[in-house]
């Protein structure tokens, strides 16, 4: 039996690489929308997502992004007042405000995490170990990359 060859095997990378992740976003907000929350913003699901696996400051997660400070002020105020975030004054030093998740917040990013988790699961009975691997070092590479060439600015 051979296995076809996909005609995305023929896109350039920037391109597979963005129809790519709109394979995990699409299931992300399908899940969130079916557990009621739809009304997670644009980027929301990157800070909920990260805020539930990292210890990573907040203000790194909004650099990731990418967004003016004026778009992430914005971000973070619509995740507070629908419910996913919670602001509280820093008990060690309290000119500084620290962001959590709060019970919804949690549980919005367990639907995330789940969608994703399904897209992996796929993937992996789809391509193996070996294949998932490979794509996951040219990733890196990709990003190692970008910082590199940033330290360098």
Known sequence: MTQEISPWMHVTMPALLRH??????????AALAEGGFD????????????LAITETPLS??????R???????QLVDALVLRGYLE??????DRRRLTITLTER??????????????INVELLARLGE????????????????R???????
């Open 20 to 29: 790519a992740r709109t394979t995990y976003g699409s299931a992300m907000r």
């Open 60 to 65: 790194q997660i909004i650099r990731e992004l």
């Open 39 to 50: 009304d997670v913003p644009a980027n929301g699901m990157y800070v909920i997502g990260a």
């Open 130 to 145: 070996t294949k998932i691997a490979h794509a996951r070092e040219v990733l890196a590479a990709l990003i190692d990359m």
């Open 105 to 118: 917040g949690k549980a919005a990013a367990a639907a995330q995490s789940q969608a994703g988790e399904a």
């Open 147 to 153: 910082e590199e060439a940033e330290a360098g600015d």
């Open 67 to 73: 967004v003016s400070k004026q778009a992430a002020g």
């Open 87 to 92: 602001r509280e004054v820093d008990p060690n």
